[in-house]
């Protein structure tokens, strides 16, 4: 076991697993934060750098079974799963499982960053300005805590706005055409694609 990492991961699913279902935790390898996993209430959302079926790769990457369903995923970019049931030693201990043999950490030697939203959604200001693009946006319309309907879906798989502009900004999430360089990088990649 690699008690370092379990000591970052538990105490923050334990705040998930609390706070159900308005609470999210972020992990992101310190220095690489390409290698990601989100949770969600029961939803585990992970950074899949794999072309293959997540269902089979994992089992050939040798992963502890998860009492969960692979909700979605797309290929080099992310898989979802929900859980059925949500125990804590369990999740944590794929979670690590899941940084060392998916994602190429150093089997107790990595570090995470651990990035908590705890406010529930009634308490933000109902347009805030997104945390990757710098835009303001409608803070009901995005699954994310700080990003935009866009960051949240180039960065984190989340589905897209169908934006209805009127002059420049969208009336249903309010973007209104803001990129950071390392969104545009990540759409500039894909249509090269
Ligand atoms: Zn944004
Ligand atoms: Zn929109």
Known sequence: ?????????????????????????TFEVEGAPENW????????????PYSDSP??????????????????????RFATFELAEFQLNTVAEWIDAYFVGVLGG????????VIMG????????PIQACDEC????????SQMWKLCTECSHYLYGYPLCDH?????K???CGWSGTRSKYIRKIIKAQSEE
């Open 170 to 172: 969208c009336t249903k």
């Open 55 to 76: 269902e089979e790769k994992l089992l050939s990457l040798g992963l502890p079974q998860l009492p969960a369903q692979l909700a979605s995923w797309e290929s080099d």
């Open 164 to 168: 209805v502009f009127v002059g420049k």
């Open 37 to 48: 996993i989100q949770i969600v209430g029961r939803t585990i959302n992970a950074a899949y």
């Open 118 to 125: 705890s406010s529930p959604i009634q308490d933000r200001p």
């Open 134 to 141: 710098g835009g303001d946006y409608i803070t009901a319309s």
């Open 106 to 113: 150093v089997e107790g030697e990595y570090h995470l960053d």
């Open 1 to 25: 076991m690699n008690a370092d990492q379990l000591a970052e991961i538990r105490p923050a699913l334990r705040e998930v697993a609390e706070g159900a279902p308005n609470t999210c935790v």
